[in-house]
């Protein structure tokens, strides 16, 4: 099964649990790259971030690196802005000519896996192909990040047990 991880990240959260799943996996990895960025600390950081997720707006992204109709399934991975999907990752989900290959989504959020469960709910509803979803905690908050591996492992194994 020809496996594709499509994220996006900011702070290198979701960058370096979209690698981990692509290895575990042997998927093939296509990081969403905004045109222009959002500022990676202070109060614009959220501002822009947050209110463009919000209101659940796309942005403009990079030519994308990868042809998604090549694959099998697509894997899916975002931060959580103001509880719901990027921005970059809402482009890309307008842009997306096949939903029905998305199999599974993991996000992350400052706050906690608890934190995920809204943005994931939005995934599922716009997706329902996806059948395989983990939360995962921002590695600012030690306590909580602790359990990603874990986590991530779980997520992984779900998949594989699936056939995919």
């Given at each position: 099964m020809?496996?594709l991880?499509v994220?996006?990240?900011l702070e290198?959260n979701?960058?370096n649990?979209?690698e ?7 998927a093939d990895?296509?990081?969403l790259?905004p045109?222009k960025?959002?500022p990676k600390?202070g109060l614009?950081?959220?501002?822009h971030?947050g ?7 796309g942005t403009e992204?990079q030519?994308y690196t990868c ?11 975002t ?7 990027s921005?970059a ?5 307008s842009?997306?000519k096949?939903?029905e ?6 996000a992350f ?10 943005c994931?709910?939005?995934?599922k509803?716009?997706?329902p192909?996806i059948k ?6 921002d590695?600012?908050?030690k ?6 591996e ?8 779900s998949?594989?047990s699936a056939g995919r």
């Open positions: 020809k496996t991880v994220y996006y990240s290198g979701t960058k649990a979209a981990k799943v692509a290895t575990a996996l042997g990895v296509m990081a790259i045109v960025d959002i600390k614009l950081k959220f501002l971030g209110a463009g997720a919000t209101k659940s707006k992204l030519p042809d998604t109709s090549e694959y099998d399934a697509i894997i899916l991975g931060p959580v802005w103001a509880g719901k999907p921005m990752m809402n482009q890309f989900l842009d997306l096949t939903p290959k998305v199999i599974g989504a993991f959020a400052a706050g906690g896996p608890g934190n995920c469960d809204k994931l709910k939005i995934l509803e716009k997706l192909s395989h979803t983990v939360g995962l905690s590695r600012n908050n306590k909580m990040a602790s359990e990603n874990s986590r991530l492992g779980g997520f992984i194994d998949i594989r």
